[in-house]
Each structure stands twice: as C-alpha cells, then as structure tokens.
C-alpha cells in the first residue's frame, strides 16, 4: 500500500485547470458581451438613421437623443426628482402598508377572512381605471399620482410578506410555544425572520411596480395640464414630436428602473447573505 | 451531578390514565400509565403510529390528553422542559449562540446575564469554538449537538427527545450516543427518549417501555440495569446483547398483535 506524502505538490489535472479557465473567461464575458452588444446596437442605430436618411420625428439618431438629453438636462432632471420622489414614497409607503397588512392578516385570521378579498379587488383593478376618480377626489395631482403608485406596488408586498409570516418551521412553532413566548416574540423572532426573503423578493417586484405605478399615474393624471415628472415630459413630447426629448426621457425612465432593482438587489444581498440559501454561493 | 440508583429514585412525572383521540375518532393512545423518576433515562419503543411521539407531545403540553391527567411532582417551573426534535430545528439566520440562548431569551434574559450558561453548555456538546457560526456551515452532527447545548441550556429537570439522531448517519449516530450519556453524566437530567431503534434503546436507556400501534399503548417494560458510564465496549458486551433480545422479543410481539 502507497502512503501519499501530504508535503508534496499537489497534482492539478487538465480538467480542473480548464474549469478554473473558464470561470474567468466567464467572469470578464459578464462584462463585455453586453457592452459589446450595446456597442454594436448604437452603432447600428446611427448607421441606419445616417444611411437610410431617416426623419428624426419618426427615429432619432443615438446622437441627436444624446445632445437633446445635454440641451434638455435642465428640464429633464427635475422632472426626474418629481417621478424618483414619486416613485420612492410610493415604495415606502408600499412596504408600510403591505407588511402591517400583512402582519394584521397573520395575527387575526378574522381580520384576513374579511380584507383579504378587497385587498385583491384593488390588486386586479386595472390602475389606469381608478386614477381617474383620484383626480377628482384628490386635489393634490402629485398625492393622487402618489396613491395610484402605491395601489400598484403595495400587493407584492403583502401577499409575498403574509406567505412568509405563515412559513416558520412548524417545529420552531412548537419550541417557541413549549418556551411559553408571547405572541409578540414569535412574530419578532421566529415569523418575522421567516418572512425575510419573501419579503425581500416582494420588494424586489414592488419597487419595478412603483415606477410603473408612477408612469402610469403621470400618463392620466399629468395629461391635465399638471405636469408632473418625466412621463408627463415623455407624454408631451411625444404630442410635439419632439422624439429626441422623449428617447431621452424613456432612457432616464429606464435608467432609474434599473438602478431601482440594483438597489433592492443590494439590500436583499445584504439582508440575506449571512444565512439564506438564495445567497449561497456554491461550488460547481 | 451523582445519579441515585434505579430503585431509590424520586418520582418526576406521572401520566395516569391517559386517553388521546383525534378527530375522526382514531385511538392515538389508550389508557396509557407511566411514571417517571429523577434520573431515569427512559426510552419509548415502538412501530410508528404506537404513539411515542404523541405521548412526548402531551408531556410538553403542546397538546392535552382527551382524558387523564399528567403531574409534574412540585409543580413544572419554567425551564423545568427541553426538547429535542428529529430534525436540529435550529433558526438559521442565528448564530449558535443566539440559537442556544433563545430558552432564555424567551423569558425576558439579555444575552448578557445568561452568557456564561450559554458557552457551558456549547462547552458540554463540543462546540465552542462554533458560538458565532451559522448552521448552513455546519455539519448535520454538529447541527443536533446544537439543538442538544438548546435544550440543555436551562438545565432542565426533563429533556425530551424524540428520534433524534434518526436521520444521522451510523457513525455520527455512534458517537452522539456516547456524547449523549457522558453529557447525562455530567448534568445529571430526566432523558425522555423516542426511537425506534431496539439497538440504540438498548445501550442509552436505562428503562425501555415498549409500545404497541392501534391503539396506542405500552405493552411492557424492559430495565437495562448495566451500569453507566457504557462505553463502546457495553455494546458488545453478553449483557448488552441480552437486553437487546429481550426488547425485540416483546416488540415482535408487540408487532404481532398489531397486525
């Protein structure tokens, strides 16, 4: 029988070398295939719209979109603060609403029985329809904008909160009642917990949600001569043919969607990266 | 702590007459009697469905007897219970300490004031140089000796253990068997023990009460009076095997009449 000398070199195969090799091609690739394609799309774009000799009223050049987005920036950035304002209380106050809901719902089973099925009539009544009557109710336009958001992005929140409240380990449930814990401790330190990732994944939909909510808001309720933030701006260019602001303000829209899903990616990394399987890195 | 001897202990626990029937009158237990002394290390033996784990159900008071009545002598304190699951039911966004110091949290004690009792009982199963991991880093052994410093934190009068090395590989199994009786050794608690492993009943246990299935009841009483401390080599010892015949014989028969 050989003894293997643990002072020796380790042997490294091929295989394991061309895995390690591929691992950093793929991590350099994560970065410059999308820069690449984004490249090749602009310049496409600009070629097409140089060569073909295109209006800019029905497409504008990457270009002229980028000098609006400069000559327009003094219009276009406050009307960002207002929908980012928007957006932002919106999300806020989803996450208010949805988790006490949520946490009403899971403590009183009466109080889920009665509210549960409003909670989704709100849900599944198409915002665009209710915005409306807000504006005749709310004087307020940005309130009015503020509650459709909110109406919009609250329902992820709760469902996905209310699901996570009910999912502690049954055998923890148990502990914590053979411990003789409050219903206030269970809800703090089991329920609420258990909840986390659920919650963090609702986030992540809601804060999409309140964008849309507050585009959708700007659309209807900014049409009155109220100008709001950047899709009343988006909106009203469009009615001028004015394609360059309104590429510039769609990009901004689209800018501030993503930054907000890099946020809340970050905060559910941070949150879940101690202890939650979904955090986990594995070796493969 | 020093163990009093089977025959001279004081009484912990009694169930007398206990009747559980659930909804759509399935018989879970019948008149079951059972006493529990100080130190005894009890094992509950028996095919699934018996009732063992209803039985470690009641004493917890997660659940009431339909009929009959269960009496702690003295009263049951608070932290007089520890409980062991089958599964090491650890909260993962905890570390192990905050997880063996939940007995205590729970009852109002800043982590502070119970520390040194939270580390002396990490100390006892081992693992105290884990206190600020989290379980996914650590082993399925690890994760039940956890559970174990839990139950045993408060120094409970009666911890209750239901199956809980059963998804435990043999070798872990093994060794949690002999950490778990050096452990009694050293605390001295009441063991209330659910298993269905004639084996590992025999070599921890220092009374096996067997169970029969529908309905649930204890059909009989095996005492393994070898002495502790058992070490590896009580598993292979006559006496050993002679216990271990003796509790088969009456879970086939057990068995038997069930089918």
Same mark, same amino acid.
């Not at chain 1, 849900?123 to 004087?139: G, N």
């Not at chain 2, 009093?4 to 626990?13: F, I, M, N, P, S």
């Given at each position: 029988?050989?003894?293997?000398?643990?002072?020796?070199?380790?042997?490294?195969?091929?295989?394991?070398?061309?895995?390690?090799?591929?691992?950093?091609?793929?991590?350099?690739?994560?970065?410059?295939?999308?820069?690449?394609?984004?490249?090749?799309?602009?310049?496409?774009?600009?070629?097409?719209?140089?060569?073909?000799?295109?209006?800019?009223?029905?497409?504008?050049?990457?270009?002229?979109?980028?000098?609006?987005?400069?000559?327009?920036?003094?219009?276009?950035?406050?009307?960002?603060?207002?929908?980012?304002?928007?957006?932002?209380?919106?999300?806020?106050?989803?996450?208010?609403?949805?988790?006490?809901?949520?946490?009403?719902?899971?403590?009183?089973?009466?109080?889920?029985?009665?509210?549960?099925?409003?909670?989704?009539?709100?849900?599944?009544?198409?915002?665009?329809?209710?915005?409306?009557?807000?504006?005749?109710?709310?004087?307020?336009?940005?309130?009015?904008?503020?509650?459709?958001?909110?109406?919009?992005?609250?329902?992820?929140?709760?469902?996905?909160?209310?699901?996570?409240?009910?999912?502690?380990?049954?055998?923890?449930?148990?502990?914590?009642?053979?411990?003789?814990?409050?219903?206030?401790?269970?809800?703090?330190?089991?329920?609420?917990?258990?909840?986390?990732?659920?919650?963090?994944?609702?986030?992540?939909?809601?804060?999409?949600?309140?964008?849309?909510?507050?585009?959708?808001?700007?659309?209807?309720?900014?049409?009155?001569?109220?100008?709001?933030?950047?899709?009343?701006?988006?909106?009203?260019?469009?009615?001028?043919?004015?394609?360059?602001?309104?590429?510039?303000?769609?990009?901004?829209?689209?800018?501030?969607?993503?930054?907000?899903?890099?946020?809340?990616?970050?905060?559910?990394?941070?949150?879940?990266?101690?202890?939650?399987?979904?955090?986990?890195?594995?070796?493969? | 702590?020093?163990?009093?001897?089977?025959?001279?202990?004081?009484?912990?626990?009694?169930?007398?007459?206990?009747?559980?029937?659930?909804?759509?009158?399935?018989?879970?237990?019948?008149?079951?009697?059972?006493?529990?002394?100080?130190?005894?290390?009890?094992?509950?033996?028996?095919?699934?469905?018996?009732?063992?784990?209803?039985?470690?159900?009641?004493?917890?008071?997660?659940?009431?007897?339909?009929?009959?009545?269960?009496?702690?002598?003295?009263?049951?304190?608070?932290?007089?219970?520890?409980?062991?699951?089958?599964?090491?039911?650890?909260? #993962?966004?905890?570390? *192990? %300490? /905050?997880? $063996?110091?939940?007995?205590?949290? =729970?009852? @109002?004690? #800043?982590?502070?004031? *119970? %520390? /040194?009792? $939270?580390?002396?009982?990490?100390? =006892?199963? @081992?693992?105290?140089?884990?206190?600020?991991?989290?379980?996914?880093?650590?082993?399925?052994?690890?994760?039940?000796?956890?559970?174990?410093?839990?139950?045993?934190?408060?120094?409970?009068?009666?911890?209750?253990?239901?199956?809980?090395?059963?998804?435990?590989?043999?070798?872990?199994?093994?060794?949690?068997?002999?950490?778990?009786?050096?452990?009694?050794?050293?605390?001295?608690?009441?063991?209330?023990?659910?298993?269905?492993?004639?084996?590992?009943?025999?070599?921890?246990?220092?009374?096996?009460?067997?169970?029969?299935?529908?309905?649930?009841?204890?059909?009989?009483?095996?005492?393994?009076?070898?002495?502790?401390?058992?070490?590896?080599?009580?598993?292979?010892?006559?006496?050993?095997?002679?216990?271990?015949?003796?509790?088969?014989?009456?879970?086939?028969?057990?068995?038997?009449?069930?089918?």
């Amino acid at each position: 029988m050989s003894v293997t000398d643990p002072t020796s070199e380790p042997l490294i195969d091929a295989e394991e070398e061309r895995r390690a090799r591929q691992k950093q091609i793929v991590k350099i690739a994560r970065w410059t295939l999308p820069s690449l394609v984004l490249i090749l799309l602009i310049g496409g774009w600009q070629a097409y719209v140089t060569i073909a000799q295109v209006p800019h009223y029905i497409l504008p050049s990457p270009l002229l979109i980028a000098q609006t987005m400069i000559a327009d920036w003094g219009l276009l950035w406050p009307a960002m603060l207002i929908t980012g304002r928007l957006t932002l209380l919106a999300l806020i106050f989803a996450v208010i609403g949805g988790l006490l809901i949520a946490v009403a719902f899971t403590q009183s089973k009466w109080v889920e029985l009665a509210m549960f099925p409003y909670a989704v009539i709100l849900q599944v009544t198409p915002v665009v329809a209710i915005a409306p009557l807000l504006q005749i109710y709310v004087e307020s336009a940005f309130v009015a904008a503020l509650l459709c958001a909110w109406i919009v992005a609250f329902f992820p929140i709760l469902s996905n909160t209310t699901i996570g409240l009910k999912s502690a380990d049954h055998n923890l449930q148990d502990l914590f009642k053979i411990y003789g814990a409050s219903k206030w401790q269970t809800l703090r330190y089991l329920s609420a917990p258990s909840a986390l990732p659920f919650f963090l994944g609702g986030l992540k939909i809601a804060g999409g949600l309140a964008l849309i909510g507050s585009v959708v808001a700007e659309f209807v309720i900014g049409r009155a001569g109220t100008g709001l933030g950047l899709a009343s701006t988006l909106l009203e260019a469009s009615y001028r043919f004015n394609f360059g602001r309104l590429y510039a303000a769609l990009i901004l829209i689209s800018i501030m969607g993503v930054a907000i899903f890099g946020l809340m990616s970050v905060i559910s990394h941070l949150c879940l990266f101690r202890w939650h399987e979904s955090a986990l890195k594995r070796e493969d | 702590m020093q163990i009093a001897a089977t025959g001279a202990r004081e009484q912990l626990l009694r169930m007398s007459h206990i009747e559980k029937t659930f909804r759509g009158n399935v018989v879970a237990l019948r008149d079951l009697d059972l006493t529990v002394n100080q130190g005894d290390f009890l094992s509950l033996l028996g095919p699934s469905g018996c009732g063992k784990s209803t039985a470690l159900r009641l004493i917890s008071g997660l659940m009431s007897p339909t009929a009959g009545t269960i009496d702690w002598q003295g009263g049951q304190g608070d932290g007089d219970l520890g409980i062991v699951f089958q599964e090491p039911t650890l909260m #993962p966004w905890a570390q *192990v %300490k /905050d997880n $063996v110091w939940l007995p205590f949290r =729970l009852r @109002g004690k #800043p982590y502070s004031a *119970v %520390k /040194d009792e $939270v580390l002396e009982a990490l100390k =006892l199963v @081992g693992l105290a140089d884990f206190q600020n991991a989290y379980p996914r880093e650590l082993s399925g052994g690890m994760k039940m000796r956890v559970s174990i410093a839990r139950a045993l934190v408060t120094r409970p009068r009666l911890i209750l253990m239901d199956e809980p090395f059963a998804a435990l590989d043999e070798i872990t199994r093994h060794r949690l068997n002999n950490d778990l009786l050096a452990l009694r050794d050293a605390i001295g608690c009441t063991v209330i023990f659910v298993t269905h492993s004639v084996f590992e009943s025999v070599f921890l246990s220092d009374r096996i009460v067997v169970m029969a299935a529908r309905p649930g009841r204890i059909i009989g009483e095996v005492s393994v009076d070898a002495p502790y401390p058992r070490t590896e080599a009580f598993r292979t010892s006559p006496e050993y095997a002679a216990s271990a015949q003796e509790a088969s014989r009456m879970l086939e028969h057990a068995m038997g009449e069930a089918a």
